[in-house]
Each structure stands twice: as C-alpha cells, then as structure tokens.
C-alpha cells in the first residue's frame, strides 16, 4: 500500500513515503497528503524539526508513481490537478516554519530529489543514487522547481542533470552542494539521529526567524517581507529564551529552550 507513514520520536516528527514495492514512488495522494502531514508538525509544539525519509533501505523516493500518469495526467485538466498537488508538496518543506531535514539512501530520482531539494538539509548514505529523468519522460519542469535546483547547484549543475538526465552518486551530490554531508550507510542513522538532538536542543524562535530570513534571500526584492523577518529577530531578543541563553553561557550549562 503507498502512504505516508507519520511519527514522533522525541522532538522530532518523521514522515516516511512507503511503497517499497516501487521503490517509494509517489501516488497522487501521496503528494496530496504531504503538506497536511507537515501542517500538522509544524503546528505541534512538541515537535522542533521534521525527517523526511523512505521506507526501507533501496529508496528515499524514486519520483512519481508513473504507473498513473496515463490516468492522472492523461488530459490538460487532470494534469493541471495532478501537478498542483505536486507543486503544494513541493512547497510545503519551504513554507514550513521548522527545519525539514531529508534522510536519504538508495534512490533519490525525479520527484524525490526535487522534494529534497525542497528541504532545508540533505543528509544522504554512500549507497544514495540521484537523477532528474525530465527529459527521458518528455515532461516539462515548472519554474519555482528549477530556480530551487539553480541556487542549489548554480546553473552549470542543474543544465547538466535536467540536459543529461544522468545519474549521479552522493559523492557527485555533495561536491554539486546538493547534499550537506555523505555517511557511511551503516551510521546514516547514528549521524541523522546525532543531527536532529543538535538541532533540537537550540532555541525554536531563533531558528524560525533565521530559516525565515533565509526564504527572503530567495525571493525577488519586491517580494521579500522585510517587516516580518525584522519582527521574527525582535522577538528572538524580548523571548524567555533570550534569557535563558545568557543565563545559561554564564552559568557553563546547556540551555533548556522552550520556544517562547
């Protein structure tokens, strides 16, 4: 059965895209179901960062379910669906105010890289596998998905995986900037877990403004909300938290954050 599988495990919410019988190729709803799974941890306070991974240890997500393309974008009409529910779980990790991190081994192709590429981090095993197979499907790539891709890469890398459609290995992704870091497979899930604690244990406001303040960075200038971003840093210096970090630096102890 293709889903998408939901946790929490300590501070951290994880969303798994399972269909191992293809590799964890996504349905429709899948992609339909992504930006309510992250809604929903993003709203949680019990949850300061979100794993995005897939089930198994051959794919982190091998692209769409091409099985339901002749149905789901067979016409103008269906395909127009098909691909708005693409573009709002492509969004969604942006849009989110908590760091989205991707877990990736084994396959990370089409649509599973562009979703990673919609992620803050990429942390990927040795074992990871990446290609962008657009242009082997005949398909075109929507703009927001290729600018993503262009200030991850920069133009070299990204005509060259769209123009190729080639595969490429995590050494090739991490010397590209794709991905942050490359671990051995056998510690991908010391390192992520390892991540995850570091990430959680630091002030939540201050990461929301800073992630915040980096989506501006990407927008056009007459798009950017200076206002808000300016808001997000003042309420980081009036926050209990604020106090807490001086206190604690002072007084040589990890601090306990709480997000307010």
């Known amino acids: 059965m293709a889903e998408l599988i939901t946790r929490k495990?300590?501070?951290?919410?994880?969303?798994?895209?399972?269909?191992?019988?293809?590799?964890?190729?996504?349905?429709?709803?899948?992609?339909?179901a992504l930006p309510q799974c992250i809604a929903a941890f993003d709203a949680d306070p019990e949850v300061?960062?979100?794993?995005?991974?897939?089930?198994?240890?051959?794919?982190?997500?091998?692209?769409?379910?091409?099985?339901?393309?002749?149905?789901?974008?067979g016409s103008?009409?269906?395909?127009?669906?098909?691909?708005?529910?693409?573009?709002?779980?492509?969004?969604?990790?942006?849009?989110?105010?908590k760091p989205v991190v991707a877990k990736i081994?084994?396959?990370?192709?089409?649509?599973?890289?562009?979703?990673?590429?919609?992620?803050?981090?990429?942390?990927a095993a040795e074992d990871a596998v990446f290609r962008?197979?657009?242009?082997r499907l005949g398909l075109g790539y929507n703009f927001t998905g290729i600018t993503r891709f262009v200030q991850l890469l920069g133009q070299a890398n990204t005509s060259d995986i769209f123009f190729s459609a080639r595969k490429f290995g995590a050494a090739d992704a991490l010397s590209m900037g794709f991905v942050n870091r490359v671990v051995p497979v056998a510690d991908l899930d010391r390192e992520v877990d390892a991540y995850c604690e570091m990430i959680a244990e630091n002030a939540p406001l201050t990461i929301a403004a800073a992630k915040f303040a980096i989506r501006q960075t990407?927008?056009?200038?007459?798009?950017?909300?200076?206002?808000?971003?300016?808001?997000?840093?003042?309420?980081?210096?009036?926050?209990?938290?604020?106090?807490?970090?001086?206190?604690?630096?002072?007084?040589?102890?990890k601090p306990n954050f709480t997000g307010k």
Request: charged letters at 25%; hydrophobic letters at 45%.
């Open 9 to 32: 495990e300590k501070l951290v919410g994880w969303i798994i895209f399972s269909n191992p019988a293809k590799f964890n190729a996504v349905s429709h709803d899948m992609w339909a």
């Open 48 to 73: 300061r960062l979100i794993v995005i991974t897939g089930e198994g240890e051959k794919a982190f997500i091998s692209g769409a379910d091409i099985s339901q393309f002749e149905k789901a974008r």
């Open 76 to 97: 103008a009409e269906a395909q127009a669906v098909y691909n708005r529910a693409v573009i709002d779980a492509y969004e969604a990790p942006v849009r989110c105010s």
């Open 105 to 123: 081994r084994g396959i990370c192709m089409g649509g599973g890289l562009g979703l990673a590429a919609a992620c803050d981090v990429r942390i």
């Open 132 to 135: 962008m197979p657009a242009a």
């Open 218 to 253: 990407g927008l056009d200038a007459s798009a950017r909300n200076l206002d808000e971003t300016s808001g997000m840093i003042e309420a980081c210096f009036n926050s209990e938290d604020y106090r807490e970090g001086r206190k604690a630096f002072m007084e040589k102890r």
